[in-house]
């Protein structure tokens, strides 16, 4: 088929004066040179004469000491009809050519019957020929393409018609084809059409995409805002583009003819040199900034990237492709500056500095935070909800809205208060202060503060509070140390937010530790406690307010618990304990007892364990002490069988026990509410003011003095006193005395017996007459 064709000699093969032969010696030059297929469409002569469109393709078969051997395929694309009919009109032989054709062809009568199709026609259509056959041009090609009945129309009139219009595939998909039709006669005189067909989705893809590439290359190089230039091998410019006069003030006709290096910053040559000598190693190199000369404005600096296109026929150099970024190498400058006395200011500040990039969200933390809480921040997702999340759970609405106001205000500071988690799992109070800065609009784009960690002073302030509270319940002489255990556990988990707070104390035998007082507020606490009610002692070494007792130091347990160890742990765990903490209660160097504190993480507030707090548990114990000291004294106070009264310097009882009332019928209130002399018998008046006075004046205390009470039924009642000097800054006295009526009334009927001893007696005998005289009677 080729040697009947084409003329296969010189480069008459080509179209005379077209660029064909020049671009086909180049194909054959880059082929031979490839291992990978590649193709060119070309203008061929056919041996007619006829001009047609081919397309060559070649495909490397080896190589030979001489060269490369390549296959060279030549297919007809268009205008080959003509082409073929000239070779004689012998049906058959047209046939074979059709068949032989890679170009979609079809064989067909003018109402469009199709008679013959090739193979490469059932390819584009995805028909059989038979089916070809059977659906014929309408169900071929596009009826309602206005395109179609014009090009049918102009075959008719003309004998031939070529141009686009619109197939139609098998899967129904329409695409656009390039096609060319001619009407002829065979031996029969039967008149035929032949027609040939070429999917052209590709081109007008490929053509769009030209158009476009164009317009962008426009785009860029004409009208971008960077420079984009060629260099020849010796770094000499051969072009410029127009954007060079918005860059650097010199139009692009100034850098033609010139070097490079002629407009490099001299202190920066021998890197530009550098990178440019690089370039030979790499396809493409990237410059960092450097300074490259202004007409006007002086040394500029520059960042490029250049582009090894030596090897491209039409470059043969390199091209680079440059942007002034003069400000943000002087505004990184300026930053680096500032960021290095930033450094210095962070290391030496005890403060965690922050700043916010509101706009993008992003928060960066100085070395004061990884010092401060122990979150690397190299670490950490520099995301402000990274920062957000370590915030308390019940301070994180407030603060989160406090900043949201701000921001959305016109303030220019922020404040605020709050609890944040350590990389320990602990909690800390901390105080941020921040300014806000906003743009020319007035909406805040950033936020630099400070944060600081004010655990020790709040902790101080919680402690002051907590001691206030437990110093007015201890004040209260009425409360019993039962009730005021019960108080303290809960005004501790108000403070500090535990989960369980127990208090603990040593037995009066000293040989274990009984749970004293706990709180039960929440449900699953008292479940806890209905689980463990048969854990409510320990001995010295067992549990945890048993090993406190053993080492008289606090212990701290987290999960997972040894339950071997702690005994309660499978009933902690139901309440989400995470956490126990035992602190032991010791005054003047006496063990009281221990508080025990259990909190999960999410709601632990204080560290118990810090110095400030052993301070308040050594006032606790104190108070216990002296309450216990207390009670039992009290208890004496109401059941002694002794009279025990508190007098004051004004004459007056301050407190009587229940023996002092129940010996003289009167009330605590009515004893205390009048001068005791109104009690005392009017003939002891006397001498118990005298006695009263000596011991005012601190000369002496009494001892066994005795005077006589009145009780309200008008008895009288002898009291033998015993008291402490008047002390204090109120002069109190502290007496107790010993009911002695009933001795002094035996001594009364002893004496009066003893004077019945010495009078006579005398007795008559009524039956004998007689008198019968005592001896004493006869003296």
Not at 86 to 102: A, F, Q, Y
Request: net charge negative; with cysteine.
């Amino acid at each position: 088929i080729g040697r009947d064709l084409f003329i296969i000699q010189n480069e008459s093969f080509f179209s005379k004066g077209s660029h064909d032969v020049e671009r086909y010696q180049m194909f054959i030059a880059q082929a031979s040179k490839s291992t990978l297929p590649d193709k060119i469409e070309l203008k061929t002569h056919l041996t007619n004469g006829a001009t047609v469109v081919a397309e060559i393709r070649s495909t490397t078969l080896g190589s030979t000491e001489s060269g490369g051997v390549c296959m060279m395929q030549t297919f007809l694309i268009h205008d080959v009809i003509p082409a073929i009919l000239t070779t004689g009109s012998h049906v058959d032989r047209i046939k074979i050519h059709i068949e032989n054709l890679p170009t979609p062809m079809f064989l067909s009568i003018p109402d469009g019957t199709v008679l013959e199709a090739n193979q490469a026609a059932c390819n584009l259509f995805g028909y059989t020929e038979q089916e070809l056959r059977d659906l014929g041009r309408a169900g071929l090609i596009d009826l309602n393409d206005p395109q179609t009945p014009a090009k049918v129309e102009e075959r008719r009139n003309k004998g031939k018609a070529s141009g686009i219009i619109t197939g139609i595939r098998k899967n129904g998909e329409r695409f656009p084809m390039e096609f060319s039709s001619i009407i002829f006669f065979d031996e029969q005189n039967r008149e035929l059409s032949a027609t040939i067909f070429h999917d052209i989705s590709q081109r007008i893809k490929t053509e769009a995409q030209l158009i476009r590439s164009e317009h962008l290359f426009k785009s860029l190089v004409q009208d971008g805002t960077d420079l984009i230039a060629v260099l020849d091998l010796n770094g000499v410019y051969t072009y410029v583009s127009p954007t060079a006069v918005s860059l650097t003030g010199f139009s692009s006709a100034d850098f033609l003819g010139l070097n490079i290096t002629d407009f490099i910053h001299a202190d920066d040559y021998d890197y530009f040199i550098s990178a440019i000598k690089s370039i030979g190693n790499k396809q493409r190199v990237k410059l960092e900034p450097y300074r490259y000369k202004h007409k006007e404005k002086g040394w500029r600096w520059m960042k490029a990237t250049i582009t090894n296109l030596s090897d491209d026929p039409v470059i043969n150099g390199f091209v680079i492709n440059a942007y002034d970024t003069t400000e943000k190498v002087e505004a990184i400058k300026s930053l680096h500056e500032s960021n290095e006395r930033y450094h210095y200011v962070t290391k030496a500040t005890l403060d965690a500095v922050w700043d916010w990039d509101i706009v993008n969200d992003t928060i960066f933390s100085g070395e004061g935070f990884h010092t401060m809480f122990g979150h690397n921040p190299e670490e950490l997702d520099q995301h402000i909800s990274a920062w957000k999340q370590y915030i308390h759970p019940d301070d994180y609405d407030y603060i989160v809205d406090s900043i949201q106001q701000a921001i959305q205000s016109n303030n220019e500071t922020w404040s605020a208060e709050y609890r944040y988690k350590k990389a320990d799992d602990t909690y800390v109070y901390v105080f941020a202060r921040a300014i806000i800065i906003r743009n020319t609009k007035g909406e805040a784009i950033r936020m630099v503060g400070a944060t600081r960690d004010i655990s020790l002073q709040k902790s101080e302030d919680i402690q002051k509070a907590l001691l206030t509270e437990i110093s007015q319940l201890f004040s209260n002489p009425v409360s019993t140390l039962k009730q005021i255990g019960s108080q303290i556990v809960t005004i501790i988990q108000r403070f500090t937010n535990h989960r369980i707070v127990e208090l603990w104390l040593v037995s009066t035998d000293k040989k274990r530790l009984i749970l004293f007082a706990q709180t039960q507020q929440e449900f699953k606490v008292k479940e806890f406690y209905q689980d463990t009610a048969d854990t409510i002692t320990f001995e010295m070494g067992q549990g945890l307010p048993g090993m406190v007792w053993e080492k008289r130091a606090a212990q701290k347990w987290k999960k997972p618990f040894a339950p071997s160890v702690f005994l309660r742990a499978e009933a902690a765990k139901q309440i989400d304990i995470d956490e126990i903490i035992g602190i032991p209660l010791i005054s003047v160097g006496e063990f009281i007892g221990v508080l025990v504190l259990g909190a999960s993480n999410e709601r632990k507030v204080m560290n118990p364990i810090h110095p400030v707090f052993y301070s308040f548990a050594e006032r606790l114990a104190a108070e216990i002490k002296r309450k216990q000291l207390e009670d039992e004294l009290m208890q004496i106070f109401q059941t002694s069988p002794d009279v025990i009264c508190i007098a004051g310097p004004n004459g007056y009882f301050t407190k009587v026990n229940p023996t002092l009332c129940n010996l003289l019928g009167y009330t605590a209130a009515e004893l205390t509410s009048r001068p005791f002399s109104d009690f005392i018998y009017e003939d002891d008046h006397e001498t118990t003011f005298i006695e009263y006075a000596e011991s005012i004046q601190g000369n002496k205390k009494s001892k066994g003095f005795v005077n006589r009470y009145v009780t309200k039924s008008g008895a009288l009642k002898w009291i033998s006193w015993n008291s402490s000097p008047f002390i204090g800054e109120e002069g109190h006295s502290f007496a107790y005395g010993r009911d002695i009526t009933a001795t002094h009334e035996l001594q009364y009927l002893l004496d009066e017996a003893n004077k019945l001893a010495k009078i006579g007696g005398w007795e008559v005998n009524l039956e004998t007459d007689t008198i019968l005289f005592s001896d004493i009677t006869k003296e």
